[in-house]
């Protein structure tokens, strides 16, 4: 299986950790989307899409990237992110924006998966933020585990 991660990661870094255990699993190349253009992502099996999280969605490079691409026939894709608060209701919410710009175009989102992630924005940077050590040990294995049943399919 051929596999590319589109990662855009700044702040802490927290969801390229994330795109390094996936793509640890997949054997996948990961690039973020100033190095990518709409045009590099054919000849891919599966692809992921990845970023933080910023006010209920991922961050806009990574947004504006997938919005770039072309339509699409069934080409799989998943979804990942780091943010400061996740649930399983709450990933799902943040990935709405996304998964809606993919589906449209016609690719097929095969998975989700969300971590907490080291978070120091606005007010949060005067209390030495939340989530520190995050992503942590349990948050690579569960991205190793998520990747795992990507593999599997």
């Known amino acids: 299986m051929k596999a590319l991660i589109c990662v855009y990661s700044y702040h802490h870094k927290n969801t390229e950790k994330i795109a390094s255990a ?32 910023d006010s209920g969605k991922h961050y806009k490079p990574l947004l504006q990237f997938a919005d770039s691409l072309p339509a699409a026939n069934g080409q799989k894709v998943f979804i990942f992110s780091t943010a400061g608060i996740t649930s399983e209701k709450k990933v799902a919410k943040d990935h709405r924006a996304l998964r809606d710009i993919l589906s449209g175009k016609g690719y097929t989102v095969v998975g989700d998966f969300g971590c907490k992630g080291f978070n120091t924005n606005s007010v949060l940077k005067l209390f030495g933020g939340m989530n520190k050590n995050s992503p942590n040990a349990d948050d690579i294995k569960a991205a190793e585990a998520f990747a795992n049943t990507l593999k599997a399919e």
């Open 22 to 53: 996936i793509a640890g699993i997949l054997d996948a190349e990961v690039k973020s989307p100033q190095d990518l253009t709409p045009a590099d992502i054919t000849g891919y099996d599966l692809i992921g899409f990845g970023a933080g999280i």
